[in-house]
């Protein structure tokens, strides 16, 4: 009795490594050992997302995915890294936005349930309870935050994952490459819904091959791709029109209808198709007309409300076209620059009318500094960033902090913020050497508003970065009125403030909030502008302080 249950394990094992032997492809591996649940239970298939096969199988030392939401990605780098593992035994890194909830999430809700609903990925690994790091035998699985520098430092991996790259810290998005660059061989995955231009995932793709997944029409036989709006008919203008539910999706060349229900079909045999084909990094990108679940009707309704909802506008050019989008209004542009510039020269001394002077600094390289003036027209003890009028004496950048000290002595401002990051021990220093009149600022995560969490005696301040973002950059906006530049304000001083732009998304309940991201281009006159205006209302609070001496 027992021998025949050992005969049977062991020809188990054997038919087991006789299989695996066989499987030379991730595709394979994934039809093989990979079983799903809803919406598409069972042994994994690529008939409802074909353009996932090629991925599966790339090659690539370097792939980008620039893509819409849900459309199979994810499942295609989780793919790899098992295949990664299993078959090639390699040490795999995966990097997510922050480790709770992102690391945390993924652990529990993608590795655990493909280990639960697959029995082969359940008897690979043979620990999996820390959720950072997951062992297979001697491989090892690290699942990681890109905010936590630490976290990245110390995992060697030949194979990364980047899951959601625009969400990230691109600074420690280099630090992470860096993991890899003892491993003789290596591939790493760079995946994301894109946000803005020339930033995160759309700077990548753009250096890549850029390919579009091209199908053969059904109706006229060439070769073609779903974009919006060519191939998008929305047949009502309201979202309550009964005429809506007709929407359909329409071949751009021959402008026949392509049914939805039919997809499978005319998708099956798809192929990607490079925009570059002499680049080395392959580059894939998709959107949602080409999902199997989300239907014309629904992305028709996402259009319709995105023209009264800048929020929604976002989300439907990034989650459902999965393209770059800068809402109207979201950045500073040439023409509101031009509005507020008025007639006096950069670096002259304020005038007679000016209530009080503040600087602001932001640290890299260089230190970029403004000082403003300001024009009282409300009462000191309201809200005085809105009952005061900005006159911008002077813009300009120096290569060491001491040169600072002559920029305090001639304005003598009543306040100077600047930049705790990265230089904290020589902008503490400073701070130190102007007590009373110098706040080192933070921007950080747990503070909302335009709230200055200030400790008493304490020369550092922390506050929310797009709150008062919002606050500082909105002056151009309203123009002179608001804020005055000098007439020879710089080429470098504008491009800064227009480098920003404001990102639209919603949180966890629903509501509608946004953060600020910049492309290549530097912001530090736009976080100087910024810390002059926190300057401006912790100064209402010491109006009546000893002036700088001379």
């Known amino acids: 009795m027992h021998s025949h249950i050992l005969i049977n394990q062991m020809l188990g094992t054997i038919a087991s490594g006789l299989k695996k032997s066989s499987i030379t492809s991730c595709s394979r591996y994934a039809e093989s050992y990979r079983i799903?649940?809803?919406p598409f239970p069972g042994p994994f298939s690529f008939l409802h997302h074909p353009w996932a096969r090629e991925m599966h199988d790339s090659d690539a030392d370097s792939n980008i995915g620039m893509k819409a939401a849900q459309m199979a990605f994810t499942e295609t780098a989780l793919n790899r890294t098992f295949?990664?593992?299993?078959?090639e035994g390699v040490d795999c890194l995966y990097v997510l936005p922050a480790r709770s909830p992102d690391a945390s999430d993924f652990s529990s809700a993608r590795f655990d349930s493909a280990l639960e609903l697959s029995p082969h990925l359940a008897t690979l690994f043979s620990d999996v309870k820390n959720i950072g790091?997951?062992?297979?035998?001697?491989?090892?699985?690290?699942?990681?935050?890109a905010r936590s520098r630490s976290g990245l430092k110390s995992v060697p991996a030949g194979f990364l994952v980047f899951d959601e790259l625009d969400e990230m810290d691109q600074d420690n998005v280099q630090l992470a490459l860096e993991r890899a660059s003892g491993q003789e061989e290596k591939q790493i995955w760079k995946i994301s819904t894109p946000t803005i231009d020339n930033f995160g995932i759309h700077k990548a793709f753009k250096a890549s091959t850029q390919e579009f997944f091209a199908f053969k029409c059904p109706h006229c036989s060439r070769y073609?791709?779903?974009?919006?709006?060519?191939?998008?008919?929305?047949?009502?203008?309201d979202i309550n029109s009964p005429t809506i539910k007709a929407s359909f999706l329409q071949c751009k060349e021959c402008k026949h209808q392509l049914n939805h229900d039919s997809k499978v079909e005319w998708l099956a045999n798809g192929k990607w198709v490079p925009t570059f084909s002499d680049r080395v990094?392959?580059?894939?990108?998709?959107?949602?007309l080409y999902s199997m679940t989300v239907s014309p009707r629904e992305i028709a309704i996402a259009y319709l409300k995105s023209l009264s909802d800048p929020t929604v506008e976002q989300e439907l050019y990034n989650s459902k076209f999965g393209l770059p989008h800068i809402v109207e209004g979201a950045r500073v542009t040439d023409l509101l620059l031009e509005n507020c510039v008025g007639t006096h020269k950069n670096g002259g001394l304020a005038p007679s009318y000016i209530y009080f002077t503040t600087i602001g600094i932001d640290v890299g390289k260089w230190l970029h500094y403004e000082v403003d003036g300001w024009i009282l027209k409300g009462s000191v003890a309201g809200d005085i960033n809105i009952n005061?009028?900005?006159f911008v004496l002077e813009t300009n950048k120096v290569t060491d902090f001491e040169q600072l000290d002559n920029v305090l002595y001639k304005y003598k401002p009543k306040m100077t913020v600047i930049d705790a990051n990265p230089e904290r021990r020589k902008a503490m220093e400073f701070a130190n050497r102007f007590f009373g009149h110098v706040k080192l600022c933070y921007y950080g995560r747990s503070i909302n508003g335009k709230f200055i969490h200030e400790?008493?005696?304490?020369?550092?301040?922390?506050?929310d970065r797009t709150a008062w973002l919002d606050l500082s950059l909105g002056r151009f906006h309203k123009g002179q009125k608001a804020i005055n530049l000098p007439t020879d304000t710089t080429v470098e001083y504008k491009n800064h403030m227009k480098a920003l732009c404001r990102v639209y998304m919603k949180d966890d309940n629903g509501n509608p909030i946004g953060r600020y991201e910049k492309g290549d281009d530097e912001d530090h006159y736009a976080h100087a502008r910024n810390y002059s205006e926190m300057a401006l209302a912790l100064a209402g609070g010491v109006v009546g302080s000893q002036d700088i001496p001379a």
């Open 224 to 237: 073609t791709d779903l974009i919006f709006p060519d191939c998008l008919v929305i047949t009502g203008d």
């Open 388 to 390: 005061a009028n900005c």
């Open 83 to 87: 295949y990664k593992i299993d078959i």
């Open 281 to 288: 990094e392959r580059g894939f990108g998709i959107n949602q």
């Open 133 to 145: 790091h997951k062992r297979a035998g001697s491989r090892n699985l690290y699942i990681r935050g």
């Open 36 to 38: 799903m649940g809803k």
């Open 455 to 463: 400790k008493p005696g304490d020369l550092e301040i922390e506050v």
